[in-house]
């Protein structure tokens, strides 16, 4: 790992409507738009799928270089499939109202 602190930036262009493009330094663009539920489109990365794999993807790059992705330790974080993990993330929102 390299030294801390690590420093990441995206850039998010786009207009009024229509799809619009995330993008980091080096990476593939992804296009962005709300989903289905939200009157979107459907063809394109949401924030909430977007915030859903990269809890996803950091948990998986957490256990990958564990024991238990390599099968030894227990539990049911997930299902291994011979070289493949997968892993399920469930995020249950909560509505907290302030007292004044």
Do not use: N
């Not at 030294?3 to 799809?19: A, N």
């Not at 977007?50 to 299902?79: D, E, H, K, N, Y």
């Amino acid at each position: 790992m390299k030294p801390l602190p690590h420093h990441y930036d995206s850039h998010l262009t786009g207009g009024p409507s229509g799809h619009a493009q995330v993008s980091a330094g080096g990476l593939p663009a992804l296009r962005a738009a709300p989903p289905v539920e939200y009157d979107g489109p459907g063809d394109a990365w949401s924030p909430e799928h977007l915030l859903l794999a990269s809890i996803q993807t950091c948990f998986f790059v957490g256990l990958r270089g564990s024991q238990w992705a390599s099968g030894g330790a227990s539990g049911q974080r997930g299902q291994k499939r011979g070289d493949d993990l997968e892993l399920q993330v469930l995020l249950v929102p909560i509505a907290i109202r302030a007292s004044l």
